[in-house]
């Protein structure tokens, strides 16, 4: 797959299926060597370019520091770069951050938008992940567990109920030591992130706007997606059976945003939509 040049950085992306455009774009840390992109359910639906943020995966790690508005040029430019006017937006968790700023910065370039299980900011901010470099890492492992799902029971069959085989490849995961210059680039992000701030500007979202929130979501807390769509214009709110990952445990999930991001007539302005869905549905 290909990289392209943006705003400095030799930006990797991956490119898949046919249909309206869509741009991904993922939470911290994220790394499409481990995100399995090509298995993306958006992939049947839309023409769907996933990328590596600055900092992070086969995308330039450049000296810092980084900020939310220069992450939403970057999600602009490789939206020009693919030769699209404009696109639907999906933006998960850092993601979502990205997003809404690139929502607020760029509005002329999103279709339609969603945010999954993320923050406005400000004084509904999402959990400060950089600060979890003070601990040792099975303590911050142990806090990471916790804040992805409120029901989190390490003795448990299932310690995080949905995540089934996902949990221990999880698990893993965090426990890996990362390689010096992508330690470097993660810490930049979060740092960014710790910055991040839009609560006074969401009155500026013009796109028409899904919020997916976990109901046991402690990083993006229930309140702070409530609070999103108080604040957009046109904009309501679905709440899964899950956490900060309900996308995985909820398999209603990705089937409601690839409904609204297709226009369906179900998504009225004004439906909040805070009703729980559920998992079987």
Request: hydrophobic share 40%.
């Amino acid at each position: 797959m290909p990289s392209i040049g943006i705003n400095g950085l030799d930006c990797y992306y991956e490119r898949y299926g046919t249909g309206p455009p869509l741009l991904n774009i993922s939470g911290s840390g994220g790394d499409l060597r481990r995100a399995k992109p090509d298995r993306s359910p958006l992939n049947k639906h839309f023409d769907v370019v996933h990328y590596d943020q600055r900092g992070l995966g086969r995308t330039s790690i450049p000296a810092g520091p980084y900020s939310m508005d220069g992450y939403a040029d970057d999600a602009a430019a490789l939206i020009a770069a693919m030769g699209w006017p404009s696109a639907h937006v999906v933006g998960t968790s850092f993601g979502g951050m990205v997003a809404l700023n690139l929502a607020i910065r760029h509005g002329e370039v999103i279709d339609r938008l969603v945010l999954n299980c993320t923050s406005p900011g400000g004084p509904l901010p999402s959990f400060p992940l950089h600060e979890l470099d003070k601990l040792d890492s099975e303590a911050a492992i142990e806090v990471k567990l916790g804040l992805l799902d409120s029901r989190w029971n390490p003795g448990a069959t299932e310690p995080i109920p949905g995540l089934g085989p996902f949990y221990d490849l999880m698990i893993e995961r965090m426990r890996a030591t990362p390689e010096s210059e992508a330690a470097r680039g993660s810490m930049l992000q979060l740092l960014a992130r710790a910055d991040h701030d839009v609560s006074t500007g969401l009155g500026r979202v013009a796109a028409p706007t899904l919020v997916c929130a976990g109901e046991y979501d402690d990083q993006a807390p229930l309140q702070n997606s409530i609070a999103l769509v108080d604040g957009i214009p046109d904009a309501r709110l679905r709440v899964f059976q899950g956490g900060h990952l309900f996308m995985i445990q909820d398999r209603s999930a990705f089937a409601t945003m690839i409904d609204f991001l297709q226009g369906d007539a179900s998504f009225e302005l004004g439906d909040q939509g805070l009703g729980t869905a559920g998992a079987d549905s």
